[in-house]
DNA sequence: ATTGTCCACCTAACGCCATTAGGAAAACAA
DNA sequence: TTGTTTTCCTAATGGCGTTAGGTGGACAAT
């Protein structure tokens, strides 16, 4: 019955990361405190304690689950197109972008570096380097296919991709940072995608 | 004699603004204090207020100089080539990601949103504004002299100028936020704005 | 030279924060 | 029933941004 206790402790856990995401959004992602925290789960700050072992271990574990999730989606969408890598190149580009746009906060967490002193560890940035990986693989794919000139599978052309969609990215948050709003910015991901891909293209 | 006053004051805020810039180095850009502000300049924390009414009007001078900096710097790049605006649009992105990237912690404080409840106020953002302009001038001069097709002159051009243009930059602090270092993002600038010429070429 | 005004600093204090120490009660295992 | 572990608590420390109120010196006017 030791699961009964697994089960609790991990609901307690989700409901101490969702807490801590809701006041990331009203304070700002570097702005939100234990303290807010624990009064919007009914403990005291220091019962915080028992979850995580410091407010930089909190966030690492925000850190993570954000990446695996933003990992899944542009996974699931560049799946959707298995045998057209550049249409899952595509696909997956935008999931990257909306799903940005859809959860700011963390986006945030994980695009940029709000957090003084804090850094991902590399468990929690591992989502992030399978995300690449998948990248890289569409793309050498394509390339195989003489879909994409030979040039695409440098260093610098998988670094010249994922610069272009955070630049979408970044301005995206950088201006409507509440996300709600109409995505003006997001908007933005096909056609920034589009110029890498006339560039590469055979 | 009230000059005397005028000039020692302007040094003191000067000073001030010198050893924030250095802690915001040190412990992040929403991580310096006022409190050790005060400490490095030689005064107790209240007396900082003499100079700035709060936390953030310190930050909104740090971001009004930067921006103007940064302003200079893209407008004497962009300057050298009067009569060639595509070489004007390179050096001018060129010298918008070299200065992020020599000056990273004001570049954070510009290209992101770092501070919780910190807002540029429209004076300190207007070197910004400015500078959008003098981009957008460029662009139609390239139009009306058929170096670039038409629609590099619409809406959605311009903004995706800005975008692959702080992808770079927001790659650049983000990985080597230190800044010091290679600058090996840095040298994306050329490269992505290729991608964008190649795409608006004639 | 004296007076009055203003500026630039100070100390003291408030409420908030992250974190640690140590204790109490409840949940579980024996 | 006893003992252990988990989960919460209160109390306290040292830091933060900011406000209130006081003091001395620099300046201007007499």
Redesign the interface.
């Known amino acids: 019955m030791q699961d009964r206790r697994k089960v609790r402790r991990d609901a307690v856990i989700g409901e101490i990361l969702g807490a801590a995401v809701e006041l990331m959004a009203r ?5 939100m405190s234990l303290s807010a925290v624990a009064r919007r789960v009914g403990m005291r700050p220091p019962s915080l304690y028992e979850y995580f072992p410091s407010k930089n271990a909190l966030y690492d574990a925000l850190f993570e689950r954000a990446a695996a999730g933003l990992r899944d989606a542009v996974a699931v969408a560049g799946g959707q197109h298995p045998d057209h890598p550049i249409e899952a190149l595509r696909a997956g580009a935008r999931a990257f972008v909306a799903w940005s746009a859809g959860n700011p906060v963390v986006a ?1 967490l994980i ?7 804090f850094e991902p560890s590399p468990q929690a940035f591992r989502p992030s380097q399978e995300m690449v990986a998948l990248l890289r693989d569409h793309i050498v794919l394509a390339v195989s296919r003489k879909e994409l000139r030979a040039s695409a599978a440098t260093e ?1 052309a998988v ?2 991709f ?10 995206q ?2 201006n409507e ?1 509440a996300g709600g709003g109409s995505g003006r ?1 997001a908007r ?1 991901a096909g ?2 995608v ?3 891909l ?2 590469y293209a055979p």
Chains 1, 2 share one sequence.
Do not use: C
């Open positions: 304070d700002g992602v570097a702005g945030q695009s940029w570096r709000p957090v003084p002193g610098e670094l010249l994922t610069t272009v969609v955070a630049g979408v990215v970044s301005q948050l950088a940072p910015y933005l056609p920034a589009s110029l890498w006339e560039h």
